[in-house]
T-cell receptor, first 115, second 110 residues
Framework: DAGVIQSPRHEVTEMGQEVTLRCKPI?????LFWYRQTMMRGLELLIY????????DSGMPEDRFSAKMPNASFSTLKIQPSEPRDSAVYFC?????????????FGPGTRLTVL | QKEVEQNSGPLSVPEGAIASLNCTYS??????FFWYRQYSGKSPELIMF????GDKEDGRFTAQLNKASQYVSLLIRDSQPSDSATYLC??????????FGAGTRLFVKA
């Protein structure tokens, strides 16, 4: 398996532009997570899905952020409009239910820079 | 507000020594505990998990859990320069929500 795939790997955009980050989870995994990582705040959970349904979006910082999972093999995280403080590495991770133990497999991340 | 606290470090140990990484968590309802390793510029990868009180050993790694004290630790024996990374403590709450600590940077000097 190719693991979790994210695109793009790097994104540089200007303030006010729309940004769309993409993720393909590992086949057979039924949980998908979006995280944001910065030096100041560490790794923060933004939202997670189970069987394509959003379960907890309490970590989404503002209405400018939205996430969708139209099918089991694809998810997007959109920021509109983007701001410089959104600059971070965004990770997508996937997992499957093993009871108390659920290893999350992380993608390589998207490094977002908003100028 | 559920919290996971770690000393940010850096923790510096000589090659061959034992590295001890610590983590505390705020919610007694926490179910499972994980240690992820993250090399600079890379994504986190799971190295250990534990959900019962006591010790769990896997090769050079030992995870320790004390639910009464809300404390979890990771010991790395015979530390190698390749162990130099940031170690993230993660705590799973109800459902699948997992909260990560800020991480402890470890440097192993050759």
């Amino acid at each position: 398996d190719a693991g979790v795939i994210q695109s793009p790997r790097h994104e540089v955009t200007e303030m006010g532009q729309e940004v769309t980050l993409r993720c393909k989870p590992i086949s057979g995994h039924d949980y998908l997570f979006w995280y944001r990582q910065t030096m100041m705040r560490g790794l923060e959970l933004l939202i997670y899905f189970n069987n394509n349904v959003p379960i907890d979006d309490s970590g989404m910082p503002e209405d400018r952020f939205s996430a969708k999972m139209p099918n089991a093999s694809f998810s997007t995280l959109k920021i509109q409009p983007s701001e410089p403080r959104d600059s971070a590495v965004y990770f997508c991770a996937s997992s499957f239910d093993r009871g108390r133990v659920n290893e999350q497999f992380f993608g390589p991340g998207t490094r977002l820079t908003v100028l | 507000q559920k919290e996971v606290e770690q000393n940010s470090g850096p923790l510096s140990v000589p090659e061959g020594a034992i590295a001890s990484l610590n983590c505390t968590y705020s919610d007694r309802g926490s179910q499972s505990f994980f240690w992820y390793r993250q090399y600079s510029g890379k994504s986190p990868e799971l190295i250990m998990f534990i959900y019962s009180n006591g010790d769990k050993e896997d090769g050079r790694f030992t995870a320790q859990l004390n639910k009464a004290s809300q404390y979890v630790s990771l010991l790395i024996r015979d530390s190698q320069p390749s162990d130099s990374a940031t170690y993230l403590c993660a705590v799973k709450y109800g459902g699948f929500k997992t909260i990560f600590g800020a991480g402890t940077r470890l440097f192993v000097k050759a």
